[in-house]
Structure formats: C-alpha cells, structure tokens
C-alpha cells in the first residue's frame, strides 16, 4: 500500500494564495487572504513578499491581484494545453488500430509534428526526413495543405521544393493538387515518405487551428487501414472538439 507522500507546507500555502487570487474578480488584501485561507497574517505577508519579488502576484494600492509571470505562463502555454488534451486521444487511437499515432499542426508557415504516440508493438515511423522537407510526402502534411487556402498552399509549396524521398513520392505540383482535391476526408501516404511505411490522416479544423491526426503502419498492413478510416475521421472530430480555443 502506497504511504502518504511528503508535501512541503510552504509550496501548498504559496500556490493556495495565487489560487486565491486568481479566483478574486479584485485585488485581494493581505489580511483578506489570511482569513479566507486561515493563515498567520506574518506568514500571509512572507508568502506574498516572495511572490511579488518572483513576479507571479502585483502588489497595488488595494490589493494583489496575478503578476506578469502568471500572464507569460498563460500566453506562452497553448502548446502544453494541446499536448494535455490530445495525448489521450492519441493514446487510444493507438490502440484501436495498432499503429503509431500523431498530431501535427500548421504554425507560422510550417507543418509541425507536436506529438507521436507509440509503443513496442506500434514503434513510430522513422523520420529520417524533417517536415519542413516532406511535408507533401507524409499523409498528414498533405491533410494540413489541403486545408490551406490557395494562396498559403503555394506560398508553402514554392519555399518548400517537391523533394524525392522514395520512388513513390509526389514531386509534380499538379499532380499534387489533383490528389488533395480528390482526397476528402483522410489522406493516404503509401511509402510516399519512407519505403517499408503507410500512413493515414484525418484534418483537425477549428476557428484557431488547422492540423491533423495520423497513424502509421507497416506498408504490409496498409490494405487493412482502410476499415480505420471511419475511426480516424471519428478521432479528428473528437481532436477538433477538444482542441478548439487552445491557441
């Protein structure tokens, strides 16, 4: 049986008063925030010195209310909160069809892998490759560029150069365009990216976000993915939900 774990009583009164503040629609005195957390008000003002000092509460005239790190830690946290509410989408994606999944998202210009999901049985695709070369290559670059507007579709795709990965890759820009219009709902790369290696991927759109969910298996099993198209599209939606308003 699991013991109690050791906590350290200074951290848990610290985080209780930016609690505290944070929950205050007004600055907060300290004796106000002594009695509501029923704290000695020399402790109260100790705790409160150290944490104006550190920048996570502001001292005014009439109270405390959150300081600048409270606002950096937010404004630079879109990542983190997207990374906590896909990784169980991921997960159990994962394990619905026995390949490795993924998250990627377009950012400033780019295709950007966030997160991949594996395990001993589903190991990840080896990318030998960075995005910023294939992303035409890969099933859920191609998902995001189809999502793109057509004037950020070619900007991407005339900084970007059609680079040949494998016998089996795109490099024509026509050619890529008629695919991505036929392609609706998931997006195929069949050993586009790498020999030996298929993927499958669903568009992630919200009003903030335009990105994708992936899995990938060996090319053997490719035949078999098309019964898990259905649960991708699923799962896309279900990422689409939870992300939404994350950046």
Not at 39 to 48: E, I, M
Not at 159 to 167: E, V
Not at 188 to 198: F, L, P, V
Request: overall charge positive.
């Amino acid at each position: 049986m699991a013991g109690t774990p050791t906590l350290i009583g200074s951290v848990q009164r610290a985080l209780h008063l930016l609690d505290a503040v944070g929950a205050s629609e007004r600055p907060v005195t300290a004796k106000g925030l002594a009695r509501t957390l029923d704290l000695a008000l020399p402790t109260t003002y100790h705790l409160l010195r150290t944490l104006v000092y550190e920048g996570y509460l502001r001292k005014l005239e009439d109270g405390y209310v959150l300081g600048e790190r409270i606002d950096s830690l937010q404004a630079g946290n879109s990542t983190q909160v997207m990374l906590r509410r896909a990784r169980p989408i991921l997960r159990a994606l994962r394990d619905r069809v026995h390949g490795a999944a993924y998250l990627s998202v377009y950012q400033d210009g780019e295709i950007r892998l966030l997160d991949v999901v594996d395990g001993p049985a589903t190991p990840r695709a080896d990318l030998w490759v960075g995005l910023h070369e294939s992303g035409h290559a890969t099933a859920f670059g191609k998902c995001i560029l189809a999502g793109l507007d057509p004037r950020s579709r070619n900007d991407y795709l005339s900084q970007h150069p059609l680079a040949d990965l494998t016998p089996h890759t795109i490099t024509d820009a026509r050619t890529l365009e008629r695919r991505l219009a036929r392609q609706q709902e998931c997006f195929a790369d069949r050993e586009e990216y790498r020999i030996g290696t298929a993927c499958l991927a669903a568009p992630i759109r919200t009003p903030e976000l335009l990105g994708a969910i992936a899995v990938s298996v060996p090319a053997r099993r490719y035949p078999l993915m098309a019964t898990a198209s259905s649960a991708l599209v699923r799962t896309a939606w279900q990422a689409s939900r939870a992300l939404a308003f994350t950046t």
